[in-house]
């Protein structure tokens, strides 16, 4: 990498990973690091001032930007870290008059934003996967969250856009991935109000040359008879559902202001799988949420059995400041850590069940950098012993499963 290259550090969701290719493209040529930042938890908040002091060391005279939803939400407390030059909203990063700017600070009120930025990334030149932002922000408040407050109110792409931008990236990229920040809210707010499977059977209709198409994480209370019926039997629409579920008890469920219950948890995720055995379920879980105590923790921990959860994404309690929850009885910090371990422990011991099922099946795998690995369709993550070209698509032989992972 030259020194005038831009470098992007994506920090959290597939969103930011999308909009970092965005950003990418309004800076080439520029000696710039832009950390795009996270703020799901305290513990992602840390990481980022971490990573921007590691950049600084690391190319002392690149000018460096601080933007993404941490930015957004505490602008004046990283535009006072001494290693920032400037400090850009998630309102105004994707657009060219900001980066041209060298205001010190810009970043306007979140939710009076009504319209998503425009789509600029050709290209993902370095992955064989490419993201593409359909909706950004969301309308519901869950009482942990603090996203909405870096990312403001719900907005959707128009599907003409999505289109046209999906059949540019389909011509380099062997899979699109829709990402959202609440995907399944996607429309409401556009003419005609056109839902999300609405937006994927025009995309697979008009978009002949994609060859695999993959949704970020849903929430389960909004997949309607159209976007089930894509996901269990469409085959260009892999068969990886990521939930949105968070934990496992009623009443947490509740607290937490989420809109489903556990048992509807459990009848979608025994649905999809009837429909489509070779699904693979994943689900966002959060560990030791207020007021939690050990039969409560329990329901959660079951869930993963209960849910079949292979790729469980595993997250300790913070609590947000401004947040609802902050303001509830707090379970002790160890414990915290112990039972996000413990979920940790069940979702690798299930992990492990379902990757021995798959030895001696025929997968197929999209080849990533540097060859030597990949995805199958279902998201199980392939080491082949023969390396082969970044971006190609083979279909390969499960031989065995070594560290986590499957050889091919």
């Known amino acids: 990498m030259s020194l005038s290259s831009p470098l992007i550090l994506n920090m959290g969701c597939r969103l930011n990973l999308a909009e970092g290719e965005s950003i990418r493209a309004l800076l080439t040529g520029r000696d710039a690091i832009v950390v795009n930042s996270c703020a799901v938890t305290n513990e992602a908040v840390k990481q980022t001032r971490q990573a921007i002091r590691r950049a600084r060391r690391e190319r002392p005279d690149a000018e460096l930007v601080v933007t993404g939803c941490a930015a957004q939400i505490d602008p004046q407390a990283f535009a ?52 593409v932002e359909v909706q950004n922000g969301c309308d519901h408040r869950c009482t942990f969250c603090a996203i909405p407050f870096g990312r403001g109110n ?40 056109p839902t999300l499977g609405l937006l994927v059977e025009r995309i697979l209709k008009h978009v002949p040359s994609l060859k695999r198409l993959r949704l970020s994480s849903l929430d389960g209370i909004e997949v309607d008879d159209r976007l089930f019926a894509l996901l269990t039997q469409e085959p260009r629409v892999m068969p990886h559902v990521h939930l949105s579920l968070q934990a496992g008890d ?17 009848a979608l995720a025994e649905r999809l799988r009837a429909a489509r055995p070779e699904i693979a379920i994943g689900a966002d879980l959060i560990a030791g949420f207020p007021t939690e105590d050990d039969r409560m923790f329990a329901n959660t921990l079951a869930l993963i059995a209960d849910c079949g959860v292979v790729h469980a994404h595993i997250f300790p309690y913070s609590p947000r400041a401004g947040t609802p929850a902050a303001r509830m009885p707090q379970v002790a910090p160890a414990t915290i850590r112990d039972r996000a371990a413990r979920l940790r422990t069940a979702a690798a011991e299930q992990r492990a069940r379902w990757l021995e099922t798959l030895v001696g099946s025929r997968q197929q795998v999209l080849v990533e950098r540097p060859g030597d690995r990949g995805h199958a369709k279902n998201f199980a993550e392939v080491r082949l012993t023969a390396p082969r070209q970044t971006g190609e698509t083979v279909n390969v032989t499960i031989a065995r499963v070594e560290d986590g992972k499957l050889v091919a």
């Open 80 to 131: 006072a870290m001494p290693e920032v030059d400037r400090v850009i909203g998630n309102a105004e990063k994707l657009l060219p008059e900001a980066w041209a700017s060298e205001a010190k600070v810009q970043v306007q009120d979140i939710l009076a934003v009504r319209e998503t930025a425009p789509h600029l990334a050709a290209s993902f030149s370095t992955h064989a996967r490419a993201f």
């Open 154 to 193: 719900s907005r959707s792409v128009p599907a003409g856009a999505v289109i046209d931008r999906i059949a540019l990236l389909a011509e380099a990229h062997g899979e699109v991935v829709l990402t959202g920040v609440d995907l399944t809210s996607y429309g409401h707010d556009l003419p005609g109000a």
């Open 250 to 266: 009623d009443m947490i469920l509740k607290r937490m202001k989420r809109r489903h219950s556990r048992a509807q948890s459990v």
